[in-house]
């Protein structure tokens, strides 16, 4: 499309002068020359539509007429509800006036003029901070809240200085206070662990809870229970009561053993006479047997179990974890009792083809069935 030539037209204080680059979408800027002298590229639609009408001192004339009007308006002295003019503010370098004002509470901010005739700021800040959320010898539980801080947490509430009745003062925020989070200082919790520590004292010792046997209590919540197993801990009651714990570490391994794969490491243990550690723990993978003298590893894998494509990446973690620490794994198929003897059969034939006679022999291990 071809656009009337423009040369020599005048646009508000523009005068058009010479076509210059091309846009991309095939319009053009053109050179201009202001009546204050300066010359400047302009694009041809905002010429023609009267959008740009000078080099840009048509605007900070504006301003600056705008800023006498604010002077003559404004007064040192003159009051704006909080905040009273002190002078006039020429850190702030801008085309809007700022006037430095002293607020009531004694805060010092600065504030555009138009803004002070218009209402739209009438303190430094403090009035929000007052009004809105104004919490003052209003009670929380044990708290009471004394005054707002300049501090604020890290999600932007007003910090509030509290007294507790226990003579304390802390520091939490009104969104914590109103929601009730927060009641006291610590002391209301410290109070109520140890009334239930009392009470425990006289309610459960002699209690059975799954395989745990309360034997006596420490402190506070926590007791003294003895597993079936033999193994003891300290456990809060409530965990108790609420079935949270009902058996120790080793017990809770155990059960998630197989009953095949316990079959399996039972078989070994008496076949070579040596302790096979159940449920291995390596980082954060468990792996079904281990035999500490020989460094080896035991994967009893059911088809079931680890056929889905979770247990094979979680198998190949496994593989890597026991390259990195220097180990011997080995997996065996079991997925039934008539696997066993083959799966018995392939760790020994292991056993056979990586360890030597004297090897097998100076761990302790049984060696004449295997050779």
Same mark, same amino acid.
């Given at each position: ?7 020599? =037209? ?30 400047? %590229? ?32 404004? #007064? ?5 509800? #909080? ?47 007052? %009004? ?12 009471? +809240? ?28 009104? %969104?914590?206070? #109103? ?12 109070? *109520?662990?140890?009334? *239930? ?24 919540? =926590? ?14 009651? *409530? ?71 979770? +247990?094979? #990446? ?17 997996? %065996? ?39």
């Amino acid at each position: 499309m071809r656009y009337p030539d423009i040369t020599n =037209y005048r646009f508000g204080r523009l005068v058009a002068l010479s076509k210059d680059k091309r846009t991309k979408y095939g319009g053009y800027y053109w050179k201009c020359k202001c009546d204050c002298g300066k010359e400047t %590229v302009v694009l041809r639609n905002s010429l023609t539509s009267g959008a740009t009408r000078s080099c840009g001192c048509l605007g900070r004339e504006a301003s600056i007429k705008n800023g006498k009007a604010n002077i003559k308006n404004i #007064k040192e002295g003159t009051r704006f509800e #909080k905040l009273v003019v002190m002078k006039r503010d020429n850190s702030i370098q801008k085309n809007i006036v700022y006037w430095s004002c002293k607020c009531d509470c004694g805060g010092i901010c600065s504030v555009a003029g138009w803004k002070l005739r218009k209402r739209y700021v009438i303190s430094c800040g403090c009035t929000k901070r007052y %009004v809105h959320n104004n919490i003052t010898q209003q009670r929380f539980g044990k708290l009471v +809240a004394i005054k707002p801080l300049r501090e604020k947490s890290r999600t932007g509430s007003i910090l509030w200085e509290c007294i507790c009745d226990c003579g304390n003062t802390v520091k939490y925020s009104s %969104v914590h206070l #109103k929601a009730k989070g927060v009641k006291s200082c610590g002391c209301l919790q410290k109070e *109520i662990i140890k009334k *239930i520590g009392k009470n425990n004292l006289k309610s459960i010792q002699g209690r059975i809870f799954g395989k745990w046997k309360v034997v006596s209590h420490i402190k506070y919540g =926590y007791w003294l229970c003895r597993c079936e197993c033999g193994k003891e801990a300290n456990i809060l009651k *409530i965990n108790l009561v609420s079935r949270k714990s009902t058996q120790c570490d080793s017990c809770r391994l155990a059960s998630r053993t197989s009953k095949i794969s316990i079959r399996l490491l039972n078989n070994i243990e008496k076949v070579l006479q040596i302790q096979v550690v159940r449920e291995h723990k390596i980082e954060n993978r468990y792996f079904d047997g281990y035999i500490p003298q020989l460094g080896l590893l035991i994967e009893s894998d059911g088809s079931y179990w680890h056929s889905s494509n979770i +247990a094979k #990446k979680i198998d190949k973690e496994k593989d890597k974890l026991a390259k990195q620490k220097g180990l011997d794994l080995i997996r %065996v198929q079991n997925d039934s009792e008539k696997d066993i003897e083959k799966a018995t059969k392939k760790i020994f034939k292991y056993l056979y083809n990586n360890y030597s006679k004297s090897f097998l022999q100076e761990n302790g291990i049984k060696y004449e069935f295997i050779y």
